[in-house]
């Protein structure tokens, strides 16, 4: 199965969206205490996009062998996970380890590809959250 993936981070909350073809699965998350107003918004990115993997395959929606279009908003990220990119940021280089490992152990087929952040779906969702909380 054929699916495209957004995810997005800052530093008080996540957010992803899977798409798989009509249906669409949306999430918004505050970050846990350890990561809340503690990370950068590049950390957060990769958390978003680390933890919606991972949520994905939980809820069944990614299954074995799937292919998941990536779409990255940010430059580095998407030099990073598509040409590997190092780092020097040993939580970055973990997040990278562990997706690495998701679409190794489920044989996920992973496409990357760069998008403007104005295209990015999750980011729409993630402002809208921080407005909503703003307003609370």
Known sequence: MDHVFYSDGNADRVSWIIQTGNSIIEQNKEHVDIYKNKVSKLQSKYVALHIGLFWGIGLF???????????????????QLSA?????????????????????QRKLKMQFE????????????LKIKEVETKNE
């Open 61 to 79: 929606k990614i299954k074995n062998e799937d292919t998941i279009k990536i779409k990255l908003d940010e430059k580095t990220m998407f030099e």
């Open 84 to 104: 590997g990119l190092k780092t020097r940021d040993e939580f970055i280089a973990n997040r990278i380890k562990f997706i690495k490992q998701l679409t190794m």
């Open 114 to 125: 760069m998008i403007e952040q104005k295209d990015n779906m999750a980011n729409k969702i």
